[in-house]
């Protein structure tokens, strides 16, 4: 019997290898499987950014979209870039800053947006809004598609707002592309509501970023 394990054992672990590559991490660890935790860690840091990376973004070529329902109709508008830089470390932690010209809001409506600036916005006053990304948890891969869960800080009116955005995109060669669509409360941030005697707006805008840009990974 002792014999016939002996000879099993090396069988059943190649068969393992072919099918699922469990073998090599039962032989890198004892068979009891101590440690497992430890191998699943391991496995999980593997998967994150190997190295660090710093995304510039090109203002000139990015987009800042918004879109607001309202009982009349939707109002679809834009919001211009004044510069964005990202800095992703290998364990994920992130730094800088993306940031658009709040001042630069537009719809299509003169009237309208006077109102969105001097009553909603008041942009005179809070000239910008910024996203500080704190934490990147997935992986920016040397090329290809990128798709990472961005944590981080959004500063708008005065006031921070902890927040995580999905984010997909590419790499290829030194540039990137992203896109995220965020789902901003406006009215329960504390900003006052558009509404009207006829007009009901919707309680939370609608922002999509298209970015593109440099990168460098070292």
Known sequence: MITKYR?????????????????PRLLAHDSRLVGTATVESTIEQAAATAH????????????????LGSTLHTVHGIFALKHGAIRIEPDGKASGEIVADATSGQSGDSGRDKKMHKDVLESPKFTEVVFRPDRVDGKIPASGAVSVQMHGMFALHGS??????????????????????????YVAWGLKSPNTFLLKAD?????????VGTIDAH
């Open 7 to 23: 000879l099993g054992l090396p069988i059943f672990l190649a068969a393992l290898t072919l099918v699922s590559g469990v073998a």
């Open 52 to 67: 660090e990376v710093a995304l510039t973004v090109d203002v000139t070529k990015s987009k800042v979209n918004f879109t």
């Open 203 to 211: 309680p939370v805008v609608e922002v999509e970023l298209e970015l």
């Open 160 to 185: 921070e707002h902890e927040m995580t955005v999905p984010v997909t995109g590419e790499v290829n060669g030194d540039h990137w592309s992203g896109k995220t669509t965020l789902k901003i409360p």
